[in-house]
């Protein structure tokens, strides 16, 4: 495929290692403490998310994996099928990961004869880099054009709707609106939408609520490697910010709310402790060293991160109330993960 990369947010890594400083004293200073589920994704991170991808227990990932096996064709002829042959769209994608699911995808549009640019966009520099290279590996030079966008997701679809005044459709896939709080994700669809012009597409998985031992064993697999994972923002914290978390002392805990429908991630203290950080050195900015301290007492939590399941009815509801026109849900054979595809109005 032919791969190109626009970076419109720097990465700045300095201001990068301050800001996750600031939220770690702010997190772990509150009488709750908490840390946000958006510092897994390091390189270690990054890599055990794939593997936890993998896991059977995890089953988001099959089940979406196999709605976009089943009906890609059916999506791209229910909701493309009026694009003229001139026309070409933009497929955006938020967070594609490792674009194991949306090649399934990609490979549909180019079946169907779509002609389309894919633009993925990712905060991380890396990140593209690294899908970059897998679509290359699986798409002949010239089937597919890919164009990356380093940037936060809005301010990404606010440059390619300007760069690009084509037809868009914008996929928002793994149930990563879950990571949300309710408002904050209706928040951010609400943004999504008025992004976007009048009869572009938005493509969003979401998990589903279902019996909630099976979601308990997705969040808590009997691997541990989503206890690794988690483990993994201690670790993560001693490498970039010189924190001395003894890893031994904590340990994952899940567990799930199926009232509010969430499935929530916690690391626990095992025994009364003081953590330090020292931030002399961590930035190298000149800047008077600090000491820090964070009082653990025994079995005290620190919310790392909240999955939101969903129902369909709620989904609808909720796109339909800010500004998009539910057209389709396509659904796995277990109706456990839902792609449900909505159009701008
Ligand atoms: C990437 C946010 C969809 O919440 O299911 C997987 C992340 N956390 N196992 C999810 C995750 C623990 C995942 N999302």
């Not at 890609?72 to 099928?81: F, M, P, Q, R, T």
Request: charged share 25%.
């Amino acid at each position: 495929s032919n791969f190109d990369v626009t970076v419109i947010k720097e990465e700045n890594k300095d201001e990068a290692l301050k800001q996750f400083r600031l939220h770690v004293i702010q997190g772990l200073s509150r009488p709750q403490k908490q840390l946000s589920s958006m510092y897994f994704y390091d390189d270690v991170g990054s890599e055990l998310f794939a593997q936890i991808m993998d896991l059977e227990e995890y089953y988001l990932t099959g089940c979406e994996m196999e709605i976009l096996r089943t009906h890609s064709k059916a999506i791209v002829e229910n909701h493309l099928g009026d694009v003229s042959d001139s026309e070409i769209i933009n497929v955006i994608e938020l967070g594609a990961g490792d674009g194991r699911k949306t090649r399934v995808f990609l490979t549909a549009l180019v079946i169907a004869g779509v002609k389309f640019e894919y633009i993925p966009i990712d905060i991380s520099y890396r990140a593209m880099t690294l899908l970059g290279k897998s679509l290359e590996h699986h798409f002949e030079r010239d089937a597919l054009s890919v164009h990356g966008i380093v940037a936060e997701y809005i301010e990404g679809i606010r440059f390619v709707v300007d760069s690009r005044p084509r037809k868009s459709l914008v996929l928002f896939l793994g149930s990563s609106l879950g990571n949300f709080s309710k408002s904050g994700g209706v928040a951010f669809l609400r943004e999504i939408g008025s992004t976007l012009k009048q009869g572009d597409l938005f493509m969003i998985g979401t998990d589903l609520k279902k019996n909630p031992e099976m979601t308990l064993r997705a969040y808590s697999d009997s691997l541990g490697v989503t206890r690794k994972f988690n483990l993994n923002l201690l670790s993560r914290m001693n490498r970039e910010l010189g924190t001395t978390f003894d890893l031994k002392k904590f340990k994952h805990y899940a567990s799930y709310d199926p009232m509010d429908g969430t499935a929530v991630s916690y690391l626990i203290s095992t025994e009364k402790q003081t953590v330090y950080m020292n931030t002399s050195g961590a930035t190298g900015n000149g800047d008077e060293p600090e000491r820090h301290e964070f009082v653990f007492e025994a079995y005290e939590a620190i919310h790392t991160e909240s999955s939101r399941k969903y129902t369909v009815e709620s989904m609808h509801s909720a796109l339909n109330s800010i500004g998009f026109a539910v057209q389709e849900t396509y659904y796995d054979s277990q109706h456990w993960f839902a792609d449900t595809v909505a159009k701008v109005v």
